[in-house]
T-cell receptor, first 116, second 111 residues
Framework: GAVVSQHPSWVICKSGTSVKIECRSL??????MFWYRQFPKQSLMLMATSNEGSKATYEQGVEKDKFLINHASLTLSTLTVTSAHPEDSSFYICSAPPGTSRNEQFFGPGTRLTVL | AQSVAQPEDQVNVAEGNPLTVKCTYSVSGNPYLFWYVQYPNRGLQFLLK??????LVKGSYGFEAEFNKSQTSFHLKKPSALVSDSALYFC?????????FGAGTTVTVRA
């Protein structure tokens, strides 16, 4: 099946710093990618839809200035958590649907962010 | 708006016994339904999907799911569970490209 990678797999940073997380589709092109946030033993919460060549679409309640999304190419989307605080600590997961039909999405392995 | 409900937080079964993980959905129009599995500190792995056609869908690792339109359900099943099936299972519905996930069901298969 299609492969989606994320980097880094885990990151620890100090409060107030910014952290960039990369999501790559390795063997297919993705005009759309999705960013989720998951708290321990909870479901995935969709944060935003990343659109190649245009602005991301954020879900209600997600601060676009805090969670910057850039979809610079058909295989790469980045999520930057700006001025991170301990409450931003979470598991961040990206996904991408290959093709143009509503098929299953392929998920990255996730990035564990810990803000001290 | 679409939604998915997984009524059980946890399911515990003995190895070799049948495993069922329940899911009900609410969506306008034709539902696209999915099951994903998540192992600790990992992303989600696709198990199976229902888009149209046969109500019984077969997927990865011996799992299957039955789409029941009248009961708006899409329960995940496996005839004989393995210890390695212990994981967190998510049902999801997609009326468009976005996925709406259920709360998840933790499955524990004891040896």
């Amino acid at each position: 099946g299609a492969v989606v990678s994320q980097h880094p797999s885990w990151v620890i940073c100090k409060s107030g710093t910014s952290v960039k997380i990369e999501c790559r589709s390795l063997d297919f092109q993705a005009t759309t990618m999705f960013w989720y946030r998951q708290f321990p033993k909870q479901s995935l919460m969709l944060m935003a839809t990343s659109n190649e060549g245009s602005k991301a679409t954020y879900e209600q309640g997600v601060e676009k200035d805090k969670f910057l999304i850039n979809h610079a190419s058909l295989t790469l989307s980045t999520l930057t958590v700006t001025s991170a605080h301990p409450e931003d600590s979470s598991f961040y997961i990206c996904s991408a649907p290959p093709g143009t039909s509503r098929n299953e999405q392929f998920f990255g392995p996730g990035t564990r962010l810990t803000v001290l | 708006a679409q939604s998915v409900a997984q009524p059980e937080d946890q399911v515990n079964v003995a190895e070799g016994n049948p495993l069922t993980v329940k899911c009900t959905y609410s969506v306008s129009g034709n539902p696209y339904l999915f099951w994903y599995v998540q192992y600790p500190n990992r992303g989600l792995q696709f198990l199976l999907k229902y888009i149209t056609g046969d109500n019984l869908v077969k997927g990865s690792y011996g799992f299957e799911a039955e789409f029941n339109k009248s009961q708006t359900s899409f329960h995940l099943k496996k005839p004989s569970a393995l210890v390695s099936d212990s994981a967190l299972y998510f049902c999801a519905v997609s009326p468009d490209y976005k996925l709406s996930f259920g709360a998840g069901t933790t499955v524990t298969v004891r040896a």
